[in-house]
Every structure is written in structure tokens, then in C-alpha cells.
């Protein structure tokens, strides 16, 4: 089952022709669900070949414009486009009179209904259920109300073997009983055993987007035991006092995050604009957590079973 | 003197990778003015080379998300790069709260002064003026309030030859004299006449810029005589009701204000993302208006003394 991250964009602030605003698509089982939406997110949807109709639901992380400005005028065409389903939106409080105000100042109103859902800056609170997973937005400390979300795939059920069905003729109710975890008398009273039967499916995934954040060591029991952390490293350790007082993070103090969370792998993202090459950030971050990948447009990173 | 069109977008409403949303640069003897700002604009900047922290004043000409949604990340990057210098932005009268509101709920807080002037959608006002020229908007007829703007340059002083200035040893009051039109009679009692020694500057240029709007004929007298119209042709003519629902143009229609308007050169652009080819609007046009040319990103387009 797909489980995994497309980034759109993992630059800061200031605009440059090397990254583009924070934005980023995770597809969970093929669902797809948008993660911050900078500036021009839309004109990515094109560029990579996503149908940006096809997102259910956003989470914006906070309201700085490089996390936020492309989502009315994506909203916008979805709507131009024809969009009738239901979108979804997360994210801080004073998101939805922004959005509001947008909306209703450039007299746009939309064919599809939009259900808001505000997200908390002091507590990790579980704002998104479905079938297949749990989103929780964990509390992040930045300059401005701001969280990360949390994507928690739900433990998948037992499966049985086709194999087995067709060799004890399992009826779907003694199917049912085996996914259960339960055991199975059959008419001619043999017993069968789930353990026998039944495929364990593999542990569920996680996958952690920090952005932005100073170096938050309480952010690490939150996220603990992610499959993949995406973390802020706006900064390197050059300029860890800049980091500190603009509410940011260097790519050792990331690191030290994974460390920390007991992650599995870190891609590190959001970097400023004063720096010519990425490699830096990696080569900061690659002695203290091993398994440390760099954001780019365009890539896609597999959350493996 | 400099004066010419820069072209950062000419798309419609909905993103497509062929054009970005409407934006434009005007050069007016080295100062820069930026015609709408749709998303993106401020990386067309980065893509083109051009500084931003070199735009005086700001156009908007209505408040659909491809003429207005990159104002507030470019206004915030200027903060960020280190604005002091005032910036002007004049349009609706909603423009002003909306970027008030977007600042506010995004905790940003500008360095630097903006001054705002509200345009009118049902006279020709002019809303800016300077020692070069003067900016005018003129009223469209979209779904929404929406102004086009009419820049026109000074008429330049007369210039006394500089052969002359040596010939007869001329004094800077007598220059002075000698450039608003009068004869000067020097010292030993010959007259120096202003037809003999003044240079007649060119007559003044003046550019439209006309974007959304329905087929409007009353524009023609409000930018009658301009050297260059930029003009709207959302359509073609075999979506002439499309276009008319809308309060768009077709390409014949911006040809036929161009006739009506006496205009010397017209510039097509604003064009729906359903043409996959942008000739067929040049081969729609140019039987009604000769000497027409199709917008494009990159584009730089002179207005000949």
C-alpha cells in the first residue's frame, strides 16, 4: 500500500529560482492530502502531474505567506474547474476568516462545500480520522501560531491466505472470525488457527512534517518512532543565533530532533535562501543521524512497508 | 527616454504551464510600475532579472485571484529583503482591507509605508501624477469592480541646442526663457528666437492597459490615441457568448476597440488556457487591426518616440 511524500516546495521566505514556498503532497493508499501551500502550489499540481482536484483535504501549518498564499487561488480553481466535493481544511484558527475574506472581498463563492477544522498550538489533538489513518497537528514554536502534522497509518487488518480458503472452503463469516484474530471449528471438526491461516500485515507508518520550528526538544516524544521526520533546517550552525531569534532551525539541530525521536529517516527541508548548495545542510546533519535525505522539487520519497 | 511593457503574465484565471497570471512591468523613464500581480509574480521577478525593491507603485485592477493573489507574498519579501521605501498601490476600494486583514492575521508588520489609493469603476480618475507622467484609471465592465489604467507621459520641455548655448554665450535665465517659448534679444541687441535654437521634444506616449472586460465601446474614447493598448481576448469569436457570460473579450472585439480607439499598436493577451495555440487569437485579430502582437512571458515591448 502506497504510503509517501511529493514535494511541491522547500524554500523560505524569500522567493528564488531554486525552491519554491513550502508545499508538499502526501499520498496515503492512494488518498491524496495536501501539506502547506505556498505561493504558486497550484502551478506545481501542473508541473508534476497531480490533479490538484483530487485532494481531500489541506493542513496549513501556520500563516506565514510562504506555508499559505497559493490556497485561495488554489481553492479558487478548483472551483473555476468544476470541483463539487467536499475539501477539507486544516489548520490555525485565523485561517478560515482569512479564507473568508478572500473569498467574499474578490466576490468568489464556491460550488463545493469547505469544512474547516482549526488546529491547537498548545496541544497535540487528533484533528483528521479516516479508514486508513489519523492526522494529529503537535504543537511547533515559531513566530506565529504554528503546528506539524502528524500522519498515522492505521494498523491494517489481518488477511487470510487464498491458499487456505479454497483448501478448508472458509465461508465469509469463518473469514470474518479469522481476521478477528479468532480461531475456526469447521463442520468436520477440524480446527483452524489464525496463526495458521492469517498474514500479519506490516507494522503501520508514520510520517512527521515540522515546519517552522525553533529547536523544540519536547517536539521529540510527539513524533517518536516516525518512519520519516520532514524537519525545518532553514539554517546552518554558521548562523544558529539567527536561527534562534527568527524561531528557526539549523540542520544539526534537526538532526538532533531524529536523534532524539528515535526516527527512522530525516528529510530536511525549508531552506533559507543565502545558501548556493544544499549539500551543506546535509553534511551537517549526516554525523549526527545517518539516514538524512535533502528535500528537492519533485522528489518523491517511499515510506516502505 | 526609456519608456516600454514588460511582460510577467498573460494567462487567464486558471494555471496552466504555458502562461502565468496576469502581471506586468511598465518603465517610464527608469521608474518601474507593476501592472497586477497575480501568484507568482515575484519569482517572474527573480526568472527576469528585474529588482523589486525598484517598484514605486503598485496597479491593481480588480480583485480576481490571477490580477491580485501575489500582492501580499510580494509585499511581505519586500519587508523581509529590507524595504524602507514607500510603496504605492492603488485600486479597488476592497484592496485596501484585504491587504490590512492578510498582514494582520499573518502577524506581518511592514517596514515600510504603503500608501493606498482607491481607483473607480465609474469615471476616469487620475490617481497618480509625477514630474513625468500622469496614471489615470480608466473604468472597465467585468463581474467584479475592475479599472484598466492609462499611463501618459509628460509633454517633455523644449531643449535649446547646445551649439546655440556656446553661439551666442547664452545665460541659464535666458535658456530658462528660451524653453518655455520666448525670443531672448542679447546683449548687442540680436534676437534669438526659440524656433531657431529649440530642439521640439517628441510628443508624449501613452499606454493602456485593459484588463478584464466585456466588449466595452465607450473604452475607446477614454484611451483614444494611445500608442500602445494592451487589451484583453480571453476568447475567440466561436466563444463569443462564453465570452460576453463571463465580461470577457474576444480577440476580434480587442481588435475592434483598437480600430474605434485609433490605438497605434495592440497587444493581445489574458488568454483562456483552453487555446493550446496563441496564433489563432494574432490570425483572429489581424484582419480587423494590422499591426497587432501577442503578449508572452519575458516579452519586452517598446513604445517608440
Known amino acids: 500500500m502506497t504510503f509517501k511524500v511529493i514535494i511541491f516546495g522547500c524554500g523560505a521566505a524569500t522567493p528564488t529560482l531554486q525552491h519554491h514556498p513550502s508545499a508538499q503532497v502526501v499520498n ?3 488518498k491524496l492530502f495536501l501539506v502547506d501551500c505556498g505561493e504558486g502550489t497550484q ?7 497531480f490533479g490538484f482536484q483530487k485532494i481531500s483535504a489541506i493542513f496549513i501549518s501556520h500563516l506565514h505567506g510562504d506555508h499559505y498564499l497559493g490556497l485561495v487561488g488554489l481553492m479558487s480553481s478548483m472551483h473555476l474547474l468544476g470541483r463539487k466535493q467536499k475539501l477539507k481544511i486544516f489548520g490555525p484558527p485565523a485561517l478560515e476568516q482569512l479564507i473568508r475574506i478572500n473569498l467574499e472581498l474578490s466576490s468568489t463563492y464556491l460550488d463545493y462545500e469547505v469544512e474547516f477544522t482549526p488546529t491547537s498550538d498548545t496541544e497535540k489533538i487528533l484533528v483528521h480520522e479516516d479508514q486508513t489513518l489519523r492526522v494529529f497537528s ?7 501560531f504554528c503546528t506539524g502534522f502528524l500522519f498515522e497509518e492505521k494498523q491494517r487488518p ?11 472452503q472458509l465461508m465469509p463469516s469463518q473469514i470474518l472470525l479469522l481476521k478477528k484474530g479468532e480461531d475456526v ?33 519536547e517536539l521529540a516524544q510527539m513524533i517518536e518512532g516516525v518512519d520519516l521526520l520532514y524537519h ?18 539549523t540542520a544539526k ?6 536523534v ?5 529517516h530525516l528529510l530536511l527541508g525549508h531552506f533559507s535562501s543565502r545558501y548556493r548548495d544544499d549539500q551543506l545542510f546535509l553534511e551537517e546533519a549526516s554525523p549526527i543521524f545517518e539516514k538524512v535525505s535533502l528535500a528537492n522539487e519533485g522528489l518523491e520519497i517511499d515510506i516502505p512497508n
Chains 1, 2 share one sequence.
Do not use: N, W
Not at 138 to 144: E, I, M, S
Not at 253 to 258: E, S
Open 185 to 217: 471449528v469447521l463442520e468436520d471438526g477440524r480446527i483452524v488457527t489464525c496463526d495458521e491461516v492469517c498474514v500479519t500485515p506490516p507494522p503501520p507508518r508514520k510520517y512527521a512534517y515540522c515546519s517552522d520550528t525553533t529547536y523544540l526538544p
Open 253 to 258: 539541530q534537526a538532526a538532533t530532533i531524529a
Open 28 to 30: 496515503l493508499h492512494d
Open 158 to 168: 489481518l488477511k487470510v491466505k487464498r491458499d487456505f480458503i479454497e483448501e478448508y
Open 43 to 49: 502551478l506545481q499540481f501542473r508541473k508534476y502531474g
Open 138 to 144: 503537535v504543537p511547533l514554536k515559531h513566530r506565529v
Open 260 to 264: 532524539m525521536a528515535k526516527v527512522k
Open 232 to 249: 525545518e533546517s532553514t539554517f546552518l550552525e554558521s548562523e544558529a543565533l539567527r536561527a534562534t531569534q527568527t524561531f528557526h532551525s
